[in-house]
């Protein structure tokens, strides 16, 4: 399978991306000097407000308020990193668990769970994720929470739909009459087949989470000064007026990349995973 | 490669339609390249139907689809041969024949369901579901026969018409056609057509045609379906009518009515027919002469009677006897061991060694060609000459109740 | 007939939908920050707090407030909008036309250039444009609408100065009178040339940026399924009746391609609908999504409340509407099923 998804030109350019944005993610206090006492603040030089890039000690410029854009871009993919990973942990979680209930235990319960995902699925994400980052206050733990209350449905929903299409196959049966216990079935069977689509899904999401929560950051609902793309964009939107594009350009290309990257490689499992999508 | 085969002595005094010489249809595949179709050699004359008969995966499909150039290219590739042609006209006057594989685009496009038409196998699947039956037989008659639908005096016929008769107008333009300058013109060619696709179906026997028109395929049973398809090959009263299994999605009732058309209309136009089949009894049924394929190649040839009653290829045989007829026992059907071979990169040898009940040595390092024997072509070294081939007597194989 | 059928019982599930998304809402503006919080000073009295408090109902039981709240939005009451200091009901009327004809611009845009692009890639599958349309379609669905905005500004609004920025033009906007409130339509109805070039050459850019991710999502789909459909037999069926390639594709293959891309464009749709709280910010376009903004940052519940269920039921409407189409369009689903 490895050996299929790497056939892929644009799969292997989205893991290349992803290797080189997890590096930086990982070595932020080592390509950078950490802020003291915390290090996903923007340290501020008062002295060195709106310098253009290839200032010497600001490759990337600085931003109205004296922020180092490059500092910004490095410890950004690395709130980005834990961003996506708690939220894609929590979500994957949840909707595994209620997506199987729903499937497996069915009748009233199904009913109840679908329509509530309905009505979940009935609020576009980002107008869902906005409302309750806005009424918790503006802070990013705050987004963590709203973006993990919107996206697990569809995971709910592919495992639930994954569990009924495999409960009609006579396999499950064959096992059932040789006396298995439904939660082994569900081990050995049902979980094993659902999770080809949530890891296409959780991929694309990784991005699409990172891609959410810089759009809400940009918005205003991050606390001012943190080191986080969207963040930084707003920051430095007010300069582009008077020339000023690079403190808006750097950061954005940034979300744009791990959006890209991360969307790039689900495509590319979702071509070699998805029998559906055969090539003829 | 092949030998021309020795013609039945029946109807080889009507000219030729099809003739069909060394066609090599290959596949790009993982391992190498398939070689679908190799090297196969026939003919079809005018007025009469031949069978291609062979096992799934034999080529015949591919062979059918040559002709019209169908074939996906790429993964397949016309590796060689041509397809020669002869339409009444070239007949009538005496022209050269054109090679199917090598006209130019737009000439291909003036043949296709006009001087050679297709069945598919699945009408449930070669109709569009989107598009009404009326709708769909039509695009033929706009193709093929736009003067005639532009009426008395065509000459006179303004641009826009003659545009949508050759199914040309954009949207905006179809939209200027129901509007009053064009209106009335373009009212008549419309009732025009639906006459003559009527006519069409009726045909083939489809009751109430008008009220079908306007069906679309869902609401058609099986058998409906393949009608339309009929009327819809023939509307043009095409030379060679190429039948790619007709009648095998269809109920077992259906089948023979759906046969009994083609042979009626066949007769009626004086068409020629391929028929392709995987079903013997069809075929003896339908067909004046049969070719055998096996793995990409034609391993017997000749009239159906001969070669049903006296089969001289040992596959040929095999085939014969998978088949069940009233005059045999009980328990005496019989098949044939294995797999049609993956043609990929072939060596030469003869492709049916491995599930033949007669091979020796020799049969894995020579390829036997097609050679006249009686009435037949046959491929096969039994019967084959072994000072030609320059070996000793005793290597060739020997098939029982054969006399070489 | 079963399409009938299935439009109702979509039609039945529609309110009960609504009704779950309003319960949502609801929940929302109580879990956290305060409902009254826009209307309270610094200066008031703890008593003069619970005065407003009693006034807005909410010591009542929650249900009882819910019950309040839901009976005020179906008469048209729901509360009064802070941010811009009149009845939420009258702001959202103000605004309803700006968002809907930037929306409905860049959803045109989006669908003719998404089902353009699809068949462009589809129909040449495995070569260069194909490999194109499917890099253009992920980078479509990979671009946060505020940097690709923002890069659009540098570029045509910094450097070339070929645009501004706002809805239109103030001495134009003055010269004719606004009945609808779409600036397109008003002008159409002035008959002025001039009024209608220049609010699509505002509008130009804002919907250009909000349509790029449905531009991409159409594409995709569009590609994949025709690729689907250029397999299918009655393709090869068409082409051994002698019509030329163009019309295969046109007449038979996209055809039937666009049945399950329709399905995309309510999905497409809601890309758009909350990608305009962001566009309307950059360009200062004055709409639904940049007074959401306003409330979201001041913590205005009554008009986060308004434009959330606005929008959802918007979204659902939409997608009622295209599903209806859907199985309309496949005849085979509905009606073979």
Redesign the interface.
């Given at each position: 399978m490895a050996r299929e998804v790497l056939r892929n030109p644009?799969t292997v350019a989205g893991l290349v991306i992803i290797v080189a944005l997890l590096t930086m993610a990982i070595l932020a206090p080592v390509v950078t000097e950490p802020n003291i006492p915390d290090p996903y603040q923007m340290p501020r030089d008062w002295s060195m407000r709106d310098a253009p890039p290839g200032t010497p000690g600001h490759p990337l410029g600085t931003t109205s308020t004296g922020g180092d854009v490059f500092y910004g871009v490095v410890w950004g993919a690395r709130t980005s990193l834990q961003l996506s990973v708690i939220v894609v942990g929590i979500t994957v979680t949840v909707g595994i668990i209620v997506g199987s209930l729903a499937g497996f235990i069915g009748g009233k319960l199904d009913e109840i769970l679908m329509?509530?995902v309905?009505?979940?699925l009935?609020?576009?994400?980002?107008?869902?994720a906005?409302?309750?980052?806005?009424?918790?206050?503006?802070s990013f733990s705050n987004i963590i929470f709203a973006l993990s209350v919107v996206f697990w449905v569809k995971y709910a929903r592919i495992i639930r739909g994954q569990i009924i299409h495999i409960k009609q196959n006579d396999y499950v049966d064959a096992a059932r009459v040789t006396g298995d216990s439904r939660f082994s079935i569900y081990r050995k069977d049902v979980l094993p087949n659902s999770i080809t689509p949530v890891m296409v899904q959780a991929t694309m999401d990784m991005?699409g989470i990172v891609?959410t929560a810089?759009?809400l950051s940009?918005?205003?609902?991050a606390e001012a000064g943190l080191a986080e793309w969207?963040v930084l964009?707003?920051d430095?939107?007010s300069g582009?007026?008077a020339?000023k594009?690079w403190a808006?350009?750097f950061p954005?290309?940034m979300?744009?990349l791990w959006?890209?990257a991360f969307?790039?490689v689900g495509?590319g499992l979702r071509d070699v995973l998805d029998p559906r999508?055969e090539k003829? | 490669m092949t030998a021309p085969a020795a013609s039945p002595p029946s109807r080889a005094t009507a000219p030729l339609v099809v003739s069909v010489q060394d066609l090599q249809v290959h596949f790009k595949v993982k391992t190498g390249v398939a070689h679908a179709v190799d090297g196969v050699s026939f003919e079809v004359r005018d007025g009469e139907t031949l069978g291609l008969v062979g096992e799934t995966g034999c080529g015949k499909t591919v062979t059918a689809?040559s002709f019209?150039r169908?074939v996906k290219t790429p993964p397949g590739v016309y590796a060689g041969g041509r397809i020669d042609f002869w339409s009444r006209e070239a007949r009538r006057n005496g022209d050269q024949p054109v090679d199917l594989l090598r006209v130019p685009d737009r000439e291909m496009?003036?043949?296709?369901?006009?001087r050679i038409?297709?069945i598919?196998?699945?009408p449930g699947?070669?109709?569009?579901?989107?598009?009404s039956i009326g709708d769909q037989v039509a695009?033929?008659f706009y193709?093929?026969r736009s003067e005639e639908l532009l009426g008395e005096r065509p000459g006179r016929v303004p641009f826009l018409v003659r545009r949508a008769s050759r199914?040309l107008a954009s949207a905006p333009e179809r939209l200027a056609l129901r509007l009053p300058p064009w209106r009335r013109r373009a009212r008549a060619m419309r009732r025009r057509v639906d006459d003559l696709v009527a006519a069409a179906l009726a045909e083939t026997q489809i009751a109430n045609p008008r009220k079908i028109m306007d069906r679309?395929p869902?609401?058609l049973s099986g058998g409906m379906k393949q009608r339309v398809?009929i009327a819809?090959a023939l509307a043009c009263n095409p030379d060679l009518l190429i039948a790619d299994e007709p009648t095998t999605a269809l109920d077992v009732t259906v089948q023979a009515r759906i046969l009994e058309l083609i042979a009626n209309l066949q007769h009626r136009h004086g068409t020629s027919v391929l028929y392709i089949s995987h079903d013997l009894s069809l075929v003896r049924q339908m067909c004046d002469r049969v070719a055998v394929m096996y793995a990409g190649r034609i391993v017997e040839t000749g009239d159906t009677g001969t070669v049903f009653s006296d089969p001289l290829h040992p596959y040929t045989r095999g085939l014969m006897a998978a088949v069940p007829s009233a005059s045999q026992k009980r328990g005496e059907l019989l098949a044939i061991e294995g797999n049609v071979p993956e043609m990929v990169n072939p060596t030469p040898c003869c492709r049916f060694h491995t599930r033949c009940r007669f091979a020796v040595d020799l049969c894995r390092q020579v390829d036997p060609e097609l050679l006249a024997v009686r009435d037949q072509g046959v491929a096969c070294l039994a019967y084959a000459s072994a000072a030609e081939l320059g070996v000793p007597e005793s290597s060739l194989p020997l098939v029982e109740g054969t006399s070489r | 007939m079963q399409i009938r059928e299935y439009i109702l019982r979509r039609l039945m599930?529609f309110p009960?939908?609504?009704i779950?998304?309003s319960?949502?809402?609801f929940t929302?503006?109580r879990?956290?920050?305060n409902p009254i919080a826009i209307y309270l000073e610094h200066e008031m009295t703890p008593a003069e707090v619970a005065e407003i408090e009693e006034r807005y109902g909410l010591n009542d039981p929650l249900p009882v407030q819910y019950l309040a709240w839901a009976g005020g939005v179906l008469t048209g009451d729901m509360g009064w909008s802070g941010v811009s200091a009149q009845p939420v009901t009258e702001a959202l009327l103000d605004r309803v036309g700006a968002t809907l004809e930037l929306a409905v611009f860049a959803a045109v845009v989006a669908v003719t250039l998404g089902i353009g692009l699809g068949t462009f890639g589809g129909a040449r599958r495995d070569r260069l444009p194909d490999?194109l349309t499917?890099?253009f379609s992920?980078?479509g669905?990979?671009?946060?609408?505020?940097?690709f905005a923002?890069?659009l500004?540098?570029l045509f609004?910094?450097n070339l100065g070929w645009v501004s920025i706002g809805r239109s033009d103030p001495t134009v906007f003055a010269s004719i009178a606004h009945p609808t409130g779409l600036y397109t339509v008003d002008a159409i109805l002035a008959g002025s040339l001039t009024a209608f070039l220049d609010a699509l050459a505002y509008m130009a850019l804002p919907a250009i940026t909000l349509g790029f991710g449905a531009t991409a999502i159409i594409a995709r789909m569009m590609r994949?399924s025709l690729v689907e459909e250029l397999?299918?037999?009655?393709v090869?069926?068409?082409?051994?009746?002698?019509?030329?390639e163009k019309?295969v594709l046109r007449?038979?293959a996209r055809?039937?391609a666009l049945?399950p891309t329709v399905t995309v464009i309510g999905l497409g749709f809601?890309?758009l609908?909350?990608?305009t709280?962001?566009v309307e910010?950059?360009f200062r376009w004055p709409g639904l999504g940049r007074w959401?903004?306003d409330?979201?940052?001041r913590?205005d519940?009554a008009t986060?409340m308004a434009?959330?269920l606005f929008?959802?039921v918007l979204?659902?409407a939409v997608n009622l509407i295209v599903d209806v189409m859907y199985a309309y369009?496949d005849?085979?689903v509905v009606?073979?099923a």
């Amino acid at each position: 399978m490895a050996r299929e998804v790497l056939r892929n030109p644009t799969t292997v350019a989205g893991l290349v991306i992803i290797v080189a944005l997890l590096t930086m993610a990982i070595l932020a206090p080592v390509v950078t000097e950490p802020n003291i006492p915390d290090p996903y603040q923007m340290p501020r030089d008062w002295s060195m407000r709106d310098a253009p890039p290839g200032t010497p000690g600001h490759p990337l410029g600085t931003t109205s308020t004296g922020g180092d854009v490059f500092y910004g871009v490095v410890w950004g993919a690395r709130t980005s990193l834990q961003l996506s990973v708690i939220v894609v942990g929590i979500t994957v979680t949840v909707g595994i668990i209620v997506g199987s209930l729903a499937g497996f235990i069915g009748g009233k319960l199904d009913e109840i769970l679908m329509r509530v995902v309905d009505v979940f699925l009935a609020i576009p994400e980002l107008i869902f994720a906005l409302a309750i980052a806005a009424v918790l206050g503006p802070s990013f733990s705050n987004i963590i929470f709203a973006l993990s209350v919107v996206f697990w449905v569809k995971y709910a929903r592919i495992i639930r739909g994954q569990i009924i299409h495999i409960k009609q196959n006579d396999y499950v049966d064959a096992a059932r009459v040789t006396g298995d216990s439904r939660f082994s079935i569900y081990r050995k069977d049902v979980l094993p087949n659902s999770i080809t689509p949530v890891m296409v899904q959780a991929t694309m999401d990784m991005g699409g989470i990172v891609l959410t929560a810089a759009t809400l950051s940009f918005i205003g609902l991050a606390e001012a000064g943190l080191a986080e793309w969207g963040v930084l964009v707003s920051d430095g939107q007010s300069g582009i007026s008077a020339g000023k594009w690079w403190a808006s350009t750097f950061p954005g290309l940034m979300v744009f990349l791990w959006a890209l990257a991360f969307n790039l490689v689900g495509d590319g499992l979702r071509d070699v995973l998805d029998p559906r999508t055969e090539k003829r | 490669m092949t030998a021309p085969a020795a013609s039945p002595p029946s109807r080889a005094t009507a000219p030729l339609v099809v003739s069909v010489q060394d066609l090599q249809v290959h596949f790009k595949v993982k391992t190498g390249v398939a070689h679908a179709v190799d090297g196969v050699s026939f003919e079809v004359r005018d007025g009469e139907t031949l069978g291609l008969v062979g096992e799934t995966g034999c080529g015949k499909t591919v062979t059918a689809r040559s002709f019209l150039r169908l074939v996906k290219t790429p993964p397949g590739v016309y590796a060689g041969g041509r397809i020669d042609f002869w339409s009444r006209e070239a007949r009538r006057n005496g022209d050269q024949p054109v090679d199917l594989l090598r006209v130019p685009d737009r000439e291909m496009l003036a043949i296709r369901g006009d001087r050679i038409a297709m069945i598919f196998q699945d009408p449930g699947k070669a109709l569009n579901p989107a598009m009404s039956i009326g709708d769909q037989v039509a695009e033929v008659f706009y193709q093929h026969r736009s003067e005639e639908l532009l009426g008395e005096r065509p000459g006179r016929v303004p641009f826009l018409v003659r545009r949508a008769s050759r199914q040309l107008a954009s949207a905006p333009e179809r939209l200027a056609l129901r509007l009053p300058p064009w209106r009335r013109r373009a009212r008549a060619m419309r009732r025009r057509v639906d006459d003559l696709v009527a006519a069409a179906l009726a045909e083939t026997q489809i009751a109430n045609p008008r009220k079908i028109m306007d069906r679309f395929p869902h609401e058609l049973s099986g058998g409906m379906k393949q009608r339309v398809m009929i009327a819809q090959a023939l509307a043009c009263n095409p030379d060679l009518l190429i039948a790619d299994e007709p009648t095998t999605a269809l109920d077992v009732t259906v089948q023979a009515r759906i046969l009994e058309l083609i042979a009626n209309l066949q007769h009626r136009h004086g068409t020629s027919v391929l028929y392709i089949s995987h079903d013997l009894s069809l075929v003896r049924q339908m067909c004046d002469r049969v070719a055998v394929m096996y793995a990409g190649r034609i391993v017997e040839t000749g009239d159906t009677g001969t070669v049903f009653s006296d089969p001289l290829h040992p596959y040929t045989r095999g085939l014969m006897a998978a088949v069940p007829s009233a005059s045999q026992k009980r328990g005496e059907l019989l098949a044939i061991e294995g797999n049609v071979p993956e043609m990929v990169n072939p060596t030469p040898c003869c492709r049916f060694h491995t599930r033949c009940r007669f091979a020796v040595d020799l049969c894995r390092q020579v390829d036997p060609e097609l050679l006249a024997v009686r009435d037949q072509g046959v491929a096969c070294l039994a019967y084959a000459s072994a000072a030609e081939l320059g070996v000793p007597e005793s290597s060739l194989p020997l098939v029982e109740g054969t006399s070489r | 007939m079963q399409i009938r059928e299935y439009i109702l019982r979509r039609l039945m599930i529609f309110p009960l939908i609504i009704i779950g998304t309003s319960i949502i809402v609801f929940t929302l503006s109580r879990v956290g920050g305060n409902p009254i919080a826009i209307y309270l000073e610094h200066e008031m009295t703890p008593a003069e707090v619970a005065e407003i408090e009693e006034r807005y109902g909410l010591n009542d039981p929650l249900p009882v407030q819910y019950l309040a709240w839901a009976g005020g939005v179906l008469t048209g009451d729901m509360g009064w909008s802070g941010v811009s200091a009149q009845p939420v009901t009258e702001a959202l009327l103000d605004r309803v036309g700006a968002t809907l004809e930037l929306a409905v611009f860049a959803a045109v845009v989006a669908v003719t250039l998404g089902i353009g692009l699809g068949t462009f890639g589809g129909a040449r599958r495995d070569r260069l444009p194909d490999h194109l349309t499917r890099v253009f379609s992920i980078s479509g669905a990979s671009m946060p609408i505020f940097w690709f905005a923002i890069l659009l500004l540098i570029l045509f609004w910094v450097n070339l100065g070929w645009v501004s920025i706002g809805r239109s033009d103030p001495t134009v906007f003055a010269s004719i009178a606004h009945p609808t409130g779409l600036y397109t339509v008003d002008a159409i109805l002035a008959g002025s040339l001039t009024a209608f070039l220049d609010a699509l050459a505002y509008m130009a850019l804002p919907a250009i940026t909000l349509g790029f991710g449905a531009t991409a999502i159409i594409a995709r789909m569009m590609r994949s399924s025709l690729v689907e459909e250029l397999n299918e037999d009655y393709v090869d069926a068409a082409r051994a009746k002698g019509l030329p390639e163009k019309l295969v594709l046109r007449r038979h293959a996209r055809r039937n391609a666009l049945i399950p891309t329709v399905t995309v464009i309510g999905l497409g749709f809601g890309f758009l609908l909350q990608g305009t709280v962001v566009v309307e910010i950059i360009f200062r376009w004055p709409g639904l999504g940049r007074w959401m903004a306003d409330a979201v940052l001041r913590g205005d519940q009554a008009t986060i409340m308004a434009y959330v269920l606005f929008t959802s039921v918007l979204f659902l409407a939409v997608n009622l509407i295209v599903d209806v189409m859907y199985a309309y369009l496949d005849r085979r689903v509905v009606l073979g099923a």
